[in-house]
């Protein structure tokens, strides 16, 4: 089974950086296109970004709101999917939980994609952004 855990998250000032990680066990991360989700008491969770296998060349993609601003990237080597956040915003604040999808051999995946497309959760990371 493929389990994951986030870490990284925190307490930072308007305009600070965080850098979120998420080390995955139990399979190899080569197969399957990777998510993170982020979520506010009271709301859905959201798509924030998400990155693809290396059959499709590790691309990426990013909600408008945070483009510019949030990094996703991973080291299958290393079983590890990150997610560098500059700039961060008082919106930013939430649970930012890492996903591995339902379909890991078709590879790919959308920043808007549905939380029921992912098979694999972490039990989050709370990033707080506040003056």
């Known amino acids: 089974q493929l389990q994951l855990v986030e870490s990284g998250g925190g307490l930072v000032q308007p305009g600070g950086s965080l850098k979120l990680s998420c080390a995955a066990s139990?399979?190899?991360?080569?197969?399957?296109?990777f998510a993170w989700f982020r979520q506010v008491p009271g709301k859905e969770r959201e798509g924030v970004s998400c990155?693809?296998?290396?059959?499709?060349?590790?691309?990426?993609d990013y909600v408008d709101s945070v483009k510019g601003r949030f990094t996703i990237s991973r080291d299958d080597a290393k079983n590890m999917v990150y997610l560098q956040m500059i700039n961060l915003k008082p919106e930013d604040t939430a649970v930012y939980y890492c996903?591995?999808?339902?379909?890991?051999?078709?590879?790919?995946?959308?920043?808007?994609?549905?939380?029921?497309?992912?098979?694999?959760w972490g039990h989050g990371t709370q990033v707080s952004v506040s003056s």
């Open positions: 139990g399979r190899t991360l080569d197969n399957y296109a």
């Open positions: 996903a591995a999808d339902s379909r890991p051999f078709l590879g790919l995946c959308s920043a808007v994609d549905d939380k029921g497309r992912y098979a694999y």
């Open positions: 990155i693809r296998t290396r059959k499709r060349s590790y691309t990426t």
